[in-house]
């Protein structure tokens, strides 16, 4: 079986945990990177034994030699990355946030799709061990049925205005940085929700600082979910159904430690490592796709990407915060 051929576009600090991931996959060949400046590039393919470092996008994008590229930009340059990277006939793993908005999500899903190219948002919590245990259990009925599910992610932020955390003009805010993994999770357990209420804390920048989320399901379930720049907090998840509960604990977009207890037994925990830096998994997830000739994942499809994107759109306008590039439009 031939390698797959990735490149890498970006050379920030998830680059370097993607690169350092994929070295583990035996049918993967790192073969490219590109970087706005040669020097990046180059230091960056010596540190991976790169062949090709490019000192721009453009030349990644048009490399021959590379099959899926992909994109560790901030999330404020997925949509323009993505569209360069498909228009240069590559396949495409985006990191999340998949886009600033669903109209620019929406976008780069239509291109995808006429091109005949794969692409997949970037959602690696759903492809590690221990999450994929919990998908199992939950999809086994373990849990029995989930009516309520929590998370929070949250870590203190000193304030600056001039970064991309802050930063309005470079999709700042607590929901696309954090809060996408909670709204992630929340569908992953019990779908997208029939119903979203929500608060917001700003920022002086008029990013949102803190944002909570509660969703309504028509079969009565709920959720959850709080994201900020506030305090260093636990960062767990919490399911709970009607034969048990089940809790993801420290860190729960890492899916190492999960405790589980179902009715009439004791709690057990379940310790689940992984190799490397984890990233692995989505990347193979992303191979196994291509060879099989399908242009989305059936576990993290282009349907429910833009579905969480028009969520999160809503939240942010119901408390009126928008980007420049909505303004523009």
Not at 41 to 48: G, I, R, S, T, W
Not at 128 to 144: C, S, T, Y
Not at 201 to 217: E, I, N
Request: net charge negative; charged share 20%.
């Amino acid at each position: 079986m031939d390698p797959i051929r990735w490149g890498i576009l970006s050379t920030g600090n998830i680059a370097n945990q993607f690169a350092k991931g994929l070295q583990v996959l035996d049918d993967a060949e790192l073969v490219a990177v590109g970087s706005r400046s040669q020097s990046s590039a180059d230091e960056f393919a010596k540190k991976y034994d790169i062949p090709h470092s490019h000192g721009s996008y453009e030349a990644l994008a048009n490399d021959p030699d590379v099959d899926v590229i992909y994109i560790g930009s901030p999330h404020s340059h997925h949509h323009e990355h993505m569209m360069l990277c498909l228009n240069g006939g590559k396949h495409i793993l985006c990191e999340k946030a998949f886009t600033l908005t669903a109209a620019e999500a929406e976008e780069c899903i239509n291109l995808a799709q006429e091109k005949g190219l794969f692409l997949m948002e970037a959602m690696w919590t759903r492809f590690l061990p221990g999450i994929v245990k919990l998908r199992e259990w939950l999809a086994d009925g373990k849990l029995g049925k989930v009516e309520y599910f929590r998370s929070e992610f949250s870590f203190h932020g000193t304030f600056n205005p001039e970064h991309r955390l802050w930063n309005p003009e470079l999709g700042g805010g607590a929901l696309l940085d954090l809060g996408v993994y909670n709204v992630a999770m929340a569908s992953m357990v019990l779908g997208v929700p029939d119903s979203v209420d929500s608060h917001i804390l700003k920022a002086p920048t008029g990013v949102d600082r803190q944002t909570t989320m509660f969703f309504k399901y028509d079969d009565g379930a709920a959720a959850t979910l709080m994201c900020s720049f506030t305090a260093n907090t636990p960062m767990q998840a919490l399911i709970i159904g009607d034969k048990g509960w089940a809790r993801i604990e420290h860190r729960f977009y890492e899916g190492k430690q999960i405790t589980r207890q179902i009715h009439g037994q004791d709690a057990e925990v379940f310790e689940v490592p992984y190799e490397s830096t984890g990233y692995q998994h989505e990347a193979a997830e992303v191979m196994a796709c291509i060879r099989a000739g399908k242009l989305e994942s059936d576990i993290m499809p282009l349907d429910e990407t833009l579905a969480l994107m028009k969520l999160m759109d809503g939240v942010r306008h119901q408390w009126g915060i928008s980007y420049p590039v909505e303004q523009q439009g």
